[in-house]
C-alpha cells in the first residue's frame, strides 16, 4: 500500500487486529512512514480498547492488591549497569608488538567464546529464576485463595445453600456458602461442561429486586471444583441459581436454570 | 480526585499510594477483561498483578502526552491474555513509550466508567447478531478474519463484510457520542 488506507474503518480493524496476510502488511508498511496515519491508528486503537467494556464485571479477589504491593518490597529497584569500560593497552610496535598479538588473538577469541557461553547461560538461568518465580507466584495465590476460602467457611455467620439440578438439566451438584458481612461467597460444586459457546452463570436472587451476578464459568471437566466470589456486602439472599447463558455471561439471566437452591 | 497524570508523576517518585489508587481505579476493569478472555481466575489474577507491576518498573517512561494511560492498559490486558489464550509469545510494542493510544473520552473516574459501560453495549446491542459475533471473536479470542471465517464457516468475504460494518458502526456510534458526552 503506497497511499493511504482508503477507508477509515482499515485502521479500526488493524487495531482489533482482524487483519491478516497481504492486508495487514500493507497497512503496516504504510503507517511505518505516515505520522498522519499513526495518529489515526492511535484513535482507532482507543475506539477498539473500550470493547474491553463489553466484558461483564468481574472484580479481582482482594489477594491481587496485596501481593502487588508485597511484590513492590520483595523486588529490587532497577538499578543502571554501567559496565566498566576497558581500554585497550598499547601493545608496542615491532617483533614484540607481532609477538603479543599472536598470543592475545587466540586468547581474545577464547575470550569472546567464553563470552558468549556465559551469555548464554546467564539467559538460560535468567529464563530459569523467571518461571520458579512465577511458580512461587501460582503457590503463593493458591494458599492466599485457600487462607480466604478458610476464613469465610469459618465465620459463624455464614450462610450454605445446597443447589439441585432442576429435572431435565443433567446432572450437577454445588453448595455455596455466603458470607453478607464480608461479602463473599464460596461456591463448591460440579456439573457437565457446557454447552460450545455457553457458559454457567452464579445468580444471587436478594430478598428484593432483580438476581446479581456473582460469576461465570466455564468446567472443561464434571470434576468437583471450588472457588470464590465478590457479592454485594449487607445483601441478603432469597435463593441461589445456576443458569446456562452465552459465552461470557449475561448481565441478566436470560437462560434456562441448571442448579437452583433456596437460601432459607 | 488525583488524575492519571498526577498520579503517574506521583508513582515515578516511587509512591506506591498512587500505584494502589491506579490499582483501585482500573484493576476492576482489567480484571474483566482478563476473565472475558482466559475464564480462569488465577491466570486472570496474575497477569493483571504482572501488568500494575510492569507500570510500577516502567512509570519514568510514561509520556501522557503521547496517549492515554487507560489506554495503554487495555491494549496490554487484551494482548497478555489472547498470547496466553494461545500460548504465544506477547507481541512487540507492549512498552509504554511505544504504545500511543487515544481514548475518545476519559474513564478516570467510577461514574464515567459505568457511563461508557452503557455506551459500550448499548452500540453492540445495536448490531445485527452475525455483527456482534464476529467483533466478539475478533477482540475477545484474538482471531483474524481467516480464522473467524474457518471457525464460522462463513465465506471470508462476508466475514470481511460483518467485520468492517460491525467497527464503522461502533465508530460512529461512539464517536457520535463522545461528540455530545
Known sequence: ????????????????????????????????????????????????????????????????????????HSTAEGRAYSPARIEPESMGGGFFGRWWAAVLAPAAVALALATIFLWIQNNRLHDEDQRLQSALRTQQNQIDELRHIADVIQAHDTVSVLLKP????????????????????????????????????????????????????????????????????????????????????????????????PAT | MSSDAALMERLVERDETALAALYDRYGGMLSSVLYRILRD????????????????????????????????????????????????????GEQLVENTIILPCSVESDAAQQELLGRVKGALDGLPKEQRVALEMAYFEGFTHSEIASRTGDPLGTVKTRLRSAVETLRRKLGEQSAHG
Open chain 1, 166 to 261: 432442576m429435572p431435565g438439566m443433567g446432572q450437577g451438584t454445588a453448595q455455596v456458602l455466603y458470607n453478607s458481612g464480608m461479602g463473599e461467597l464460596v461456591y463448591d460444586g460440579w456439573i457437565s461442561p457446557p454447552p460450545p459457546e455457553k457458559s454457567y452463570q452464579l445468580w444471587m436472587v436478594p430478598m428484593d429486586g432483580n438476581p446479581i451476578s456473582v460469576g461465570v464459568f466455564n468446567p472443561v471437566t464434571a470434576d468437583s471444583s471450588t472457588w470464590m466470589a465478590k457479592m454485594p456486602q449487607g445483601v441478603t439472599a432469597k435463593a441461589f441459581a445456576v443458569t446456562l447463558e452465552p459465552a461470557g455471561g449475561m448481565p441478566h439471566p436470560t437462560g434456562p436454570q441448571v442448579l437452583v437452591g
Open chain 2, 41 to 92: 481466575t488465577q491466570a486472570a489474577e496474575e497477569i493483571l498483578q504482572d501488568i500494575f507491576h510492569q507500570l510500577w518498573r516502567t512509570s519514568a517512561r510514561f509520556d501522557p502526552n503521547r496517549g492515554s494511560l487507560p489506554g495503554w492498559l487495555m491494549v496490554i490486558a487484551r494482548n497478555r491474555a489472547i498470547s496466553r489464550l494461545r500460548q504465544r509469545r506477547p507481541e512487540a
Open chain 1, 1 to 72: 500500500m503506497n497511499g493511504h488506507p482508503t477507508r477509515e474503518e482499515d485502521f479500526d480493524l488493524y487495531a482489533l487486529g482482524a487483519l491478516d496476510g497481504d492486508e495487514k502488511q500493507a497497512i503496516e508498511s504504510h503507517l511505518a512512514a505516515c505520522s498522519e496515519c499513526a495518529r489515526k491508528l492511535a484513535a482507532a486503537k482507543g475506539r477498539m480498547a473500550l470493547l474491553a467494556f463489553a466484558a461483564p464485571r468481574v472484580e479481582p479477589s482482594p489477594g491481587v492488591k496485596e501481593r502487588l504491593m508485597r511484590q513492590l
